[in-house]
């Protein structure tokens, strides 16, 4: 495996479901990002993780909650979602420096996510 | 949130320049100028990125204004995998990434 890699592809899930994505990188970096993707709005960010821990949480609501085991994996467990709530979900990773601004990010090709 | 506007959509014809504009007139001086691009049903794929001086790759170049609240994506030789939507993004030192709409790019053979 290469690059940015997430599971599950696709997913249908029920408003009083419990599930997760799960999001793996290939490349040895140290930061990991979740982005939400709705149809004809632009990406927005949910969490952010550096060196595994959460530094961001862009006013997300509770029925997202992420995890970082390890600078590899991260997860968003999801429950007692909306419909509002589907969209396409993004995860990206990148190399943080603490000088030299950020650097480029590598996203997975998303989980798409149908909550009904 | 810092923000970037960017037109709807352009249309190139192929194998000719395209120059993508972006207007951010409320960066910081510390912000970063990214440029992605996602095709269909794919995640957003790096192009460049920048903060005060113009930026060459072998994928494109980023002509950033004096001022820094607007810059310009050229690619030079436009194929149609080119076609894309072009996100043009101000990145903070948090390593927040803050995506606009974006700008749906046809290239015409």
């Known amino acids: 495996e290469t690059g940015v890699t997430q599971t599950p592809r696709h997913l249908v899930m029920g408003m009083t479901n419990k599930k997760s994505l799960k999001c793996e990188q290939h490349?040895?970096?140290?930061?990991m990002y979740w982005y939400k993707q709705s149809a004809k709005k632009p990406l927005e960010l949910m969490f952010v993780?550096?060196?595994?821990?959460?530094?961001e949480n862009n006013s997300v609501p509770s029925r997202f909650s992420p995890e970082c085991p390890n600078s590899s994996h991260l997860f968003l467990h999801l429950h007692t979602l909306q419909p509002e709530d589907s969209a396409l979900y993004l995860c990206?990773?990148?190399?943080?420096?603490?000088?030299?601004?950020?650097?480029?990010?590598?996203f997975g090709p998303g989980t798409r996510l149908t909550v009904t | 949130d810092a923000k970037t506007t960017q037109p709807n959509s352009m249309e190139s014809n192929e194998e000719e320049p395209v120059h993508l504009p972006c207007n951010h007139s409320?960066?910081?001086?510390?912000?970063?100028i990214h440029w992605y691009r996602q095709l269909p049903s794919q995640g957003p794929e790096y192009v460049i990125h920048?903060?005060?001086s113009n930026v060459n790759n072998r994928m494109a170049s980023l002509a950033i204004a004096e001022d820094r609240k607007s810059s310009t994506l050229i690619l030079h030789r436009a194929t149609l995998r080119d076609a894309a939507v072009y996100y043009c993004?101000?990145?903070?030192?948090?390593?927040?990434?803050?995506f606009g709409t974006g700008t749906s790019l046809t290239v015409i053979p």
């Open positions: 990206a990773s990148s190399q943080f420096y603490t000088s030299g601004g950020p650097r480029e990010q590598y």
């Open positions: 490349l040895g970096h140290n930061a």
């Open positions: 993780y550096s060196l595994e821990e959460r530094v």
């Open positions: 409320t960066i910081s001086g510390t912000d970063y």
């Open positions: 920048g903060l005060t």
């Open positions: 993004i101000l990145a903070n030192t948090g390593n927040q990434f803050y």
